[in-house]
């Protein structure tokens, strides 16, 4: 029987982590994924799907130490970016200076130095380009600050404000994993023929590009955006429902409850309400929206989806559009990384089937 999509169909056995939509649970080497989003740094849940199991304090500032090293852009990166078009898009951008990373050292043995390499390197590759692109000089990296810190610095050029620092990691956690998503499958299919790790991530970008899976949140930016203030929430979503209009940011074809993420990213979001009023209004959108799906949507089991709180925290943070899917890339490479990982670990070739259904010559 043919499974258009493969649909359905179990393609490994993996211990990274576990996706139950019909549960509502999203789990990462045998720990709670919302758990880790709310209490753990970027550093620490890389270390945790690598290693399968949190670093000590010692490993974790070998692994931090590490981090930092390989974030500054070599003077090759530099001139690459710097030879780029101005119409490549980002995912494009940060696909070819990762490219460019594959030499002799990157071979089928997938190491930890490699993966963190690779991780490292995106965000500076992302802010300066960023940059550059809008006549700004680019800024280096830090090493006072950690990961994600140091992403919001070196694109902002300014110190980041701690709360904005907790908003992103908890997204840029939560989006690390997702179980056989396509980006994922396709790294590691890559890796199945004992290709390298670069072959495989620089391919799972491939994957991600497309719009059917690295879509952006920016459909619910431009709700929030449209509806502006409190005040007009209800009248505007009453009148998007009533002319048969989806609400973005609500319902999803996985989850048939609570979204894990969801339910963490609005945890984060109204503990920092206070700093930021693109998450009060957010917590309040969600609140009248949720009221009104029951209303006018009764028994469709319709919650509200990673999207709307994704939304609302890259646009509390005035991180531009065009970047989403980018920085969707810097968490969800942590995942690839730790699926080539396992692949390698127990390796067949990834090879499955067509049915022939052409004409036979005569
Ligand atoms: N707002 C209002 N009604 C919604 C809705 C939403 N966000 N999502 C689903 N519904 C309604 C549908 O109109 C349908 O109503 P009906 O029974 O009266 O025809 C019912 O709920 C079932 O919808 P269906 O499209 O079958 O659900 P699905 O599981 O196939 O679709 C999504 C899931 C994500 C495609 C859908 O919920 C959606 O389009 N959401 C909005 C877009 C969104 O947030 N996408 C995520 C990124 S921004």
Do not use: C
């Not at 211990?15 to 045998?30: A, C, F, N, P, Q």
């Amino acid at each position: 029987m043919i499974k258009e999509g493969l649909d359905g169909i179990v393609t490994a056995q993996s211990t990274i982590s576990l996706v139950d939509g019909e549960k509502g649970l999203l789990v990462y080497r045998g720990h709670w994924a919302e758990e880790t989003a709310k209490t753990k740094t970027f550093e620490e849940v890389t270390y945790l799907l690598w290693n399968n199991h949190f670093p000590t304090n010692a490993q974790l500032t070998d692994f931090q130490k590490k981090m930092k090293q390989q974030r500054i852009l070599t003077p090759s990166d530099e001139t690459i970016l710097g030879s780029l078009p101005d119409s490549m898009d980002m995912m494009s951008v940060i696909r070819t200076v990762l490219s460019s990373k594959g030499n002799k050292h990157f071979n089928w043995s997938s190491t930890i130095e490699q993966g963190i390499k690779i991780t490292s390197i995106i965000p500076t590759i992302i802010a300066y380009r960023h940059r550059t692109l809008n006549g700004l000089d680019p800024v280096k990296p830090d090493p006072k600050y950690d990961h994600v810190a140091n992403y919001l610095y070196m694109l902002n050029g300014r110190e980041p404000k701690e709360s904005h620092v907790k908003a992103l990691t908890a997204y840029l956690v939560l989006t690390m994993e997702h179980g056989m998503n396509a980006s994922t499958f396709t790294a590691r299919v890559i890796s199945s023929t004992q290709s390298d790790l670069v072959s495989a991530v620089t391919g799972a970008i491939g994957a991600m590009k497309g719009p059917l899976h690295g879509g952006a949140p920016s459909g619910v930016i431009d709700l929030l955006q449209n509806i502006g203030t409190v005040e007009n929430a209800e009248n505007h979503l009453r009148h998007l429902l009533e002319k048969g209009e989806k609400l973005m940011g609500f319902g999803h074809r996985v989850y048939k409850t609570v979204d894990p993420r969801a339910r963490a990213l609005k945890e984060i979001t109204t503990d920092l309400a206070e700093d930021d009023p693109w998450f009060e209004l957010a917590n309040q959108v969600e609140r009248i929206a949720i009221k009104l799906l029951k209303e006018y949507k009764p028994g469709r089991k319709l919650h509200t989806n990673v999207e709307f709180y994704a939304a609302a925290i890259l646009k509390a943070l005035a991180l531009p559009t065009e970047l989403f899917t980018a920085i969707f890339t810097m968490s969800r490479v942590v995942g690839w990384i730790a699926n080539v990982f396992e692949q390698n670990d127990n390796n067949r070739i990834i090879r499955p089937s067509s049915l022939y259904i052409g004409p036979m010559p005569n």
